[in-house]
T-cell receptor, first 117, second 117 residues
Framework: NAGVMQNPRHLVRRRGQEARLRCSPVKGHSHVYWYRQLPEEGLKFMVYLQKENIIDESGMPKERFSAEFPKEGPSILRIQQVVRGDSAAYFC???????????????FGNGTRLTVT | QKEVEQNSGPLSVPEGAIASLNCTYSDRVSQSFFWYRQYSGKSPELIMSIYSNGDKEDGRFTAQLNKASQYVSLLIRDSQPSDSATYLCAVNMATVGASGSARQLTFGSGTQLTVLP
């Protein structure tokens, strides 16, 4: 069984460009979570989505960041007008059940490492 | 006060010794606790889950939970150089999301462990 798949593995963008990060959940999972890890720090929750709905975006920066999980296709984390401070590893996880009834751990994809030059 | 606190380290132990990693958390009603291991440049991988007070053993790893003290620890017996990594404590904690209160996996900043041959 394939786990969570993320691409690209590495992404380099110049300041001001847009970054699009993709996450394909485990087959049959309809709940997706995005986390960001800055250098030398732990993972910080960003957003939790169910297909076609944002459930919890309490960790998302207010500007330039958006996320979607369409009915078909992968979840997308979009960062507009990137700045150097956006350089980080972005990890995605998925679950078969809603987070408030799912106490099991999350298993993460390999991540996308974004570098802003 | 951070929601999940860990000593950042670095923690160095000789090969064969016991490594002790500690974590405290702020949310009294948290019920699910996890330890992840992260090698440099890699994604976090789950090594232990614990849900009840007391000890849980899995091979060389023992997780200990004390909900009254809001404390969770990880012991690694017979430490090996291959155990050298950053260990992340994660707790299922309440957040205030778009639709009200939700619970998300919240991480500490990690403890860097080095096992010396």
């Amino acid at each position: 069984n394939a786990g969570v798949m993320q691409n690209p593995r590495h992404l380099v963008r110049r300041r001001g460009q847009e970054a699009r990060l993709r996450c394909s959940p485990v087959k049959g999972h309809s709940h997706v979570y995005w986390y960001r890890q800055l250098p030398e720090e732990g993972l910080k929750f960003m957003v939790y989505l169910q297909k076609e709905n944002i459930i919890d975006e309490s960790g998302m920066p207010k500007e330039r960041f958006s996320a979607e999980f369409p009915k078909e296709g992968p979840s997308i984390l979009r960062i507009q007008q990137v700045v150097r401070g956006d350089s980080a590893a972005y990890f995605c996880a998925s679950s078969p059940l809603p987070r408030d009834t799912y106490n099991s751990p999350l298993h993460f994809g390999n991540g996308t490492r974004l570098t802003v030059t | 006060q951070k929601e999940v606190e860990q000593n950042s380290g670095p923690l160095s132990v000789p090969e064969g010794a016991i490594a002790s990693l500690n974590c405290t958390y702020s949310d009294r009603v948290s019920q699910s606790f996890f330890w992840y291991r992260q090698y440099s440049g890699k994604s976090p991988e789950l090594i232990m889950s614990i849900y009840s007070n007391g000890d849980k053993e899995d091979g060389r790893f023992t997780a200990q939970l004390n909900k009254a003290s809001q404390y969770v620890s990880l012991l690694i017996r017979d430490s090996q150089p291959s155990d050298s990594a950053t260990y992340l404590c994660a707790v299922n904690m309440a957040t205030v999301g778009a639709s009200g209160s939700a619970r998300q996996l919240t991480f500490g900043s990690g403890t860097q462990l080095t096992v010396l041959p």
